[in-house]
């Protein structure tokens, strides 16, 4: 869909910092999907978690220990969007600037005024439809939300409107995160689990700082710990970058990375977006590092046109995901309720388990030759553990079993098979449709084809077999191999001579398989005629590093 916030050339009504640069199409959204495809797509992934991964979920209680089954409006929903940040970092301006008007329910001031989760989602008309109400709502993918209970669902609600961005995405646009434990205390809710649960749903989690704002709370620094195993998904965005000069942008952008770096516990370094999204520009802004904000500015809204079109992508790797945590889980079940006594001493054995579930998941490891990274927090999974009898759980099934492993290796990545291959970069002479159709033109060479002089041009494919007859030794073939060939041309040796000095442009008296195709692309030249320059045009190298 067309994204409307990006203004044409000259439009400063509101600032915006990205002027000239136009959203994707209504028809580009999905690039090489359409419709049709992607709705196979996801109802094959319907079809594969409903009779292979979810009856193993319910066997053994996942529900309990980790999230509660999908259902179809769980597996259809639109790629999600999760904006989270301190007060006043700009969440709910970037969600304006996003949709280039206002949404139900917004408020826009300097002191903290998104007070409740907002899910921004597309609808016919401007209407907010209240957390109960949404929770239980089979047509939206929030029916998960019940299990944080009404004090939760009071601070939720789903703003719909009719905007174009809103037909490839929904937003989330969470509560300002203050300082200091009172407000998290005061929620009535666990608001770093509710961040869990929509980071795991969520297509793309934008962490945003405001460039004088770049202390990170004690709340804020659990959330982000939430997001643990969902790195790939993490984008950090650093708003207002045009309220400092060039040089104090520097320093920001260093003092935030060091922040950042004692908080996420990952080798790679995260993406930063050094952006300004402004419904109004203020005039006090800084000027001097304006090419570099559109620029990254444009990389984010690029990253968020193609959401629609790794959709599919991201929800069988979701699922996969799962359904390996699964697995793993049904083991671990299956494991406890083997070790259980038959008869006697079942409370002892019980509290040992408990105790010792660290080595208890270390026994399954081994047994089953699984990786550590696919079992949950032990103390995480302990405290869920106490809540239930463990001699009522369900021994292990190896149909159940199969079933997943068969989703795993073979339905999946079938499913991925069928997933169009992109668009590839064309040559420069493959670009205008109607480049050919000219005749030849005069160069400074002689009337050659426009675009003779370009590597593109080259016929490299045609001339591929004649180099590897002669037997090219750590690819290259020597001069002597290759004095036949080019004297089957006819031309005088003057000529020849001067086709090797400019093919063979290192000078060490061996061809690549690149130069022996330019060789023959210049004797073409010669036999039209064409005077060969004295050295050879950039244009006509190879854009190899090595």
């Keep these: 869909m067309s994204l409307k916030h990006l203004k044409k050339n000259g439009d400063s009504k509101n600032g915006s910092p990205v002027n000239g640069y136009k959203g994707p199409s209504a028809n580009s959204s999905t690039q090489n999907w359409n419709e049709d495809e992607y709705e196979q797509v996801i109802e094959g992934v319907k079809k594969i978690y409903k009779s292979k991964i979810r009856p193993l979920e319910v066997t053994y209680n996942f529900e309990g220990f980790h999230s509660a089954p999908l259902t179809d409006s769980d597996i259809e929903a639109k790629p999600l969007v999760l904006l989270i940040g301190q007060y006043s970092t700009g969440k709910t301006t970037f969600i304006r600037y996003l949709l280039d008007k206002k949404y139900p329910g917004e408020h826009i001031g300097v ?86 649960w929509f980071s795991q749903r969520s297509d793309l989690i934008l962490l945003l700082f405001d460039s004088h704002k770049l202390d990170i709370s004690n709340e804020f620094k659990m959330a982000i710990h939430s997001l643990r195993g969902q790195e790939e998904k993490i984008r950090v965005i650093l708003n207002k970058s045009d309220m400092v000069s060039q040089q104090q942008l520097m320093r920001v952008y260093g003092a935030m990375m060091w922040s950042l770096g004692k908080v996420v516990q990952t080798p790679e370094v995260m993406r930063v977006y050094l952006s300004s999204f402004w419904t109004e520009k203020p005039v006090n802004s800084f000027e001097d590092c304006r090419e570099l904000i559109e620029a990254e500015s444009k990389d984010l809204l690029r990253d968020l046109k193609e959401l629609r079109r790794n959709a599919a992508i991201r929800k069988i790797n979701e699922i996969v995901k799962r359904a390996r945590l699964a697995r793993v889980h049904a083991l671990i079940i299956g494991h406890l309720k083997k070790e259980m006594p038959s008869m006697f001493g079942k409370k002892k054995k019980r509290e040992a388990l408990l105790n010792h579930l660290d080595q208890e998941f270390l026994k399954i490891q081994q047994r089953y030759h699984l990786p550590p990274g696919d079992f949950p927090n032990p103390e995480k999974f302990k405290q869920n553990l106490a809540l239930y009898d463990i001699d009522k759980f369900k021994t292990i099934k190896e149909d159940l079993l199969a079933k997943v492993d068969e989703a795993l290796s073979v339905d999946l990545p079938r499913l991925m098979s069928r997933f169009p291959m992109g668009n590839p970069e064309l040559a420069e002479n493959e670009r205008n449709p109607f480049e050919d159709m000219s005749g030849p033109e005069p160069t400074e060479y002689g009337y050659l084809p426009a675009n003779f002089w370009n590597y593109s041009s080259v016929d490299k494919s045609s001339y591929t077999p004649t180099f590897h007859q002669l037997h090219p030794r750590d690819g290259v073939v020597s001069g002597a191999n290759v004095k036949p060939i080019l004297m089957e041309s006819g031309l005088p040796n003057d000529q020849l001579a001067q086709i090797w000095r400019l093919a063979d442009w290192d000078g060490d008296g061996y061809m690549t398989q690149d130069q022996f195709a330019i060789a023959m692309h210049l004797i073409k030249a010669a036999k039209n005629g064409v005077q060969l320059p004295e050295k050879l045009p950039s244009t006509l190298m190879p854009n190899t590093k090595i």
């Excluded at 409740?116 to 993918?141: S, T």
């Excluded at 299990?147 to 646009?173: C, K, Y």
Aim: hydrophobic share 35%; proline share 7%; aromatic share 10%.
């Design 111 to 196: 002191e903290p005024t998104t007070d409740k989760f907002v899910a921004v989602m597309y609808g016919g008309e401007d209407r907010v439809i209240p957390g109960n109400a949404a929770a239980v709502n089979q047509d939206l993918p929030f029916r998960g939300l019940n299990r944080f209970g009404q004090a939760f669902l009071s601070r939720f609600q789903v703003s719909q409107t009719p905007s174009p961005v809103l037909e490839n995405m929904t937003i989330i646009d969470t509560p300002g995160i203050l300082a200091g434990d009172k407000q998290r205390i005061e929620r009535g809710y666990d608001f770093t689990q509710v961040i869990e």
